[in-house]
Every structure is written in structure tokens, then in C-alpha cells.
């Protein structure tokens, strides 16, 4: 009989060679070896609002499941196992580092405490197999989508990192809308040796030379960023690029920097909505508040370096970038969804303990039926938390307990 590791070790071996149209069914042979009656693994839309199966040969067909009404859908909203109330299905988060990716359903006569373990183990590989096959299946991606994706918001999704990385220190987590139908916005954050970076961009217009314009901007800054540049050096490359390539279009960023060993937070601000600054639960909307500079696009930059700020952080505090998309949203009446009304979505998620990700989830939903789900600009939202006293206890991440259905 195969042991626990010869059924790991057999599942990474078979993986290299297998499509992504193959991997639920690949899964699915290990949960059986190791005890189980089988397992189904379901991956979120773009906009998180449905689990939807990936194809398993041979097995009844899954569906899709509701985010915010299912058992599984809180086993992704928490990223903590659930079971149901006999406690022969478990629902377990399949998380990239903090990125959630889905949820992995297993089944099995009698799932104790051993075959849970096992089982939260094969979620953790099922998700590193997604993310390792997405970017050269169209299965997979298709998977996520609802819809038909327009050029240039395929052009920069194709740009865009992960939604949602961090490290014990701090987490950063970013959603773009309308996710189908983006045209000038777009965001990064990666990780260095001293700490965070951070970009928001909003090109001006809402068609395929705004995403061009985005993405040039976006390879500009990564590439001044990854050769040494500092934050002026990376905003005067944009626009050197701009003005070079792209002379009808403007843009507004922020571009910053955050220290995860003392969290000292440098940011250029070009023309940008300002960063908002939320410390125990209450938003301090002046102590991030500068004076922006010029936009980026005409030369303005290169003949008059911008102004680089900074502040200190303090343990807990959350930092939201945004574009005016966001504040400008309109109801159908005419109602602006302001920046009131943003800062206080927020806090009330950060009362209720939701990490970054489910805040700017239930934020964009709400952001979405503002405006009768008819988006008519780009909206971005980047939430990042210093959270440097969770050292060693994954951040904001809640832990993997185990709970069951009620009710």
C-alpha cells in the first residue's frame, strides 16, 4: 500500500506532463489513495462572486456555487475548513501563499482528524498545480470568466500580478473593475528586501490605447524598479515613455514604498486622489494629504522632478490607494459613492475582522449595485496592512480551524 508521501510524491511526478483539463481528475486519484471518497476543486470567477468546478472526466458535473450564500464560499471568505453537519464533506481553502484561488470539496465516510490533515495538504498542492498551469491553459482561465473579456482589459490582466501577496509583515490586496471591461487602470505590489512597492495608474480614456498606455507605464516602472531606480527615478521613466510613445494620453499614479522593518511609507503622488490613512478603526484623512504633482505624460516630470513625501506607520494601520473611479462612481440617481462612503465600507470591515481581501471583496460589491452593476469608469482599490506584531502567525490570514454547518 502507498504511503501518504508516495501519493504526494506520485501526484507532483504525473503533474508535469498533464494538461490543467486533467488536474481535478489527478487530485482526485490521490484523495482516493489517501482515503478518500473524492474530492471536486472549484476556482473563483474574476470577481469572486461564484466557485465554479473545474472538469473532472467521469464525475457527475459540479457546477457552480454563490460566494456569500454556500458552505464553500465561506470556507473561502474565511480561508478556514468547513464541514457539513454529518461531517462526511469538508470544504478546504486552496490558497497560493495569501492569494486565495478556491476551495477543494473532499468526501469520505468518516473524515477524522488524520484524514483532514492529509486532505489540507493536498488543497495547499492542488492550488500550487493551478497556479503553475494557468498561465498556459486556457481551461483554467476560462474557468474564472463569466463573460467575454474586451482587448484591453485582456492586456492588462495579462500585466497584472497576483491580487493579493504579504508576507507576516504586511498585506496587500487589490481589485480592479469593471474586471471585464478595464481600460486605464491598473495596479502593482511586489515584495523586496527592505519591504513593499506599490503602484496605482489611471490612464486617461477607456480604450485600447489607455491599456496600452497603462501597460507601458506599468513595464516602465518594473523596469526602473528592478534595475535599482528610486520612486523619482520610476515616475520620470513613465513619463519619459509617455511622452515618447504616447503624446495624446495623461496619466495620474502614485508610486510608493513601504518599510516593513520600521514602516516608513514613501510615496510620489502625480495628480492622484491621496492616499487615505486608517488607524484603529477611524480614517486620519489629512496625514497622508500632500500637495499632488503634475500628472505624467506631457514632459511635465522631466523638467521638474516631483516631490517625494513620507511618513511613519504605525502597527495595524491600513493604507488605501485608489483611482477616482472609485469616489466618482454614480448611483442612477446621481448619488456619488465618495470618499466618505469608501473609507467607512472599510472600517466597518476592519471591525468585523475581515483580512484585506474579503474587505475589498464586499467593497467592490458594494461599489458595483451603486451603480446598478453598470460601471462607467475604471475603479481600483489597493488595501495594504503593516502588520508587523503578527510576526510568524501569517499576517492577517485567520487560521485553518475547522468548523461545521449550523443551522
Known amino acids: 500500500m502507498s504511503t501518504y508521501e508516495d501519493v504526494l510524491a506520485d501526484l507532483l511526478a504525473r503533474s508535469h506532463l498533464l494538461s490543467g483539463r486533467e488536474l481535478a481528475s489527478l487530485v482526485d486519484d490521490a484523495g482516493r489513495r489517501m482515503g478518500l471518497q473524492g474530492t471536486a476543486m472549484y476556482v473563483a470567477d474574476l470577481q469572486q462572486m461564484r466557485l465554479v468546478a473545474l472538469p473532472q472526466p467521469g464525475a457527475a458535473r459540479q457546477g457552480m456555487l454563490d460566494v456569500d450564500t454556500s458552505l464553500a464560499g465561506l470556507a473561502y471568505r474565511t480561508q478556514q475548513v468547513q464541514r457539513s453537519r454529518d461531517g462526511s464533506t469538508a470544504w478546504l481553502p486552496m490558497i497560493d501563499g495569501i492569494e486565495r484561488l478556491g476551495v477543494l470539496m473532499v468526501t469520505a465516510p468518516s ?3 488524520a484524514l483532514l490533515r492529509r486532505s489540507e495538504t493536498l488543497a495547499g498542492v492542488a492550488a500550487l498545480l493551478v497556479v503553475s498551469k494557468s498561465s498556459h491553459s486556457d481551461l483554467l482561465v476560462e474557468a474564472e470568466r463569466m ?4 482587448v484591453q482589459a485582456e492586456l492588462l490582466w495579462a500585466f497584472l500580478p497576483p491580487r493579493t501577496i504579504g508576507t507576516a509583515e504586511v498585506t496587500s490586496s487589490a481589485v480592479l473593475e469593471p474586471a471585464y471591461d478595464i481600460g486605464g487602470d491598473t495596479f502593482d505590489h511586489t515584495l523586496d528586501d527592505s519591504g513593499l512597492h506599490l503602484t496605482v495608474i489611471d490612464s486617461m480614456g477607456h480604450d485600447l490605447a489607455s491599456g496600452g498606455a ?3 507605464g506599468l513595464a516602465a516602472c518594473r523596469a526602473t524598479r528592478r534595475s535599482g531606480g528610486s520612486l523619482t527615478d ?3 521613466s513613465i513619463d519619459r515613455i509617455l511622452n515618447e510613445w504616447f503624446t495624446d494620453r495623461l496619466m495620474t499614479a502614485v508610486v510608493a514604498h513601504l518599510d516593513t522593518s520600521d514602516g516608513r511609507l514613501t510615496w510620489i503622488n ?8 486608517i488607524r484603529q478603526g477611524r480614517v486620519l484623512p489629512q496625514v497622508l494629504a500632500r500637495e499632488p504633482g503634475l500628472p505624467l505624460g506631457w514632459g511635465f516630470v522631466i523638467e521638474s522632478p516631483p516631490t517625494e513625501h ?3 506607520l504605525q502597527p495595524g494601520d491600513r493604507i488605501l490607494l485608489y483611482s477616482d473611479g472609485v469616489t466618482e462612481a454614480r448611483s442612477p440617481e446621481g448619488d456619488l459613492y465618495g470618499e466618505e462612503r469608501l473609507a467607512d465600507t472599510v472600517i466597518r470591515a476592519t471591525a468585523a475582522g475581515d483580512p484585506a481581501p474579503e474587505a475589498l471583496r464586499r467593497l467592490v460589491q458594494g461599489l458595483r449595485q451603486h451603480q446598478d452593476h453598470k460601471l462607467r469608469d ?5 488595501l495594504v496592512e503593516w502588520h508587523p506584531s503578527s510576526r510568524g502567525t501569517g499576517g492577517t490570514r485567520p487560521g485553518h480551524d475547522v468548523r461545521s454547518a449550523r443551522g
Open 214 to 216: 497603462s501597460a507601458a
Open 310 to 312: 513620507s511618513e511613519r
Open 270 to 277: 502625480c495628480g492622484h486622489p491621496p492616499p487615505l490613512l
Open 147 to 150: 463573460r467575454a473579456m474586451t
Open 111 to 113: 473524515l477524522d482528524g
Open 378 to 382: 475604471d475603479a481600483t482599490i489597493l
Open 234 to 236: 520610476i515616475v520620470t
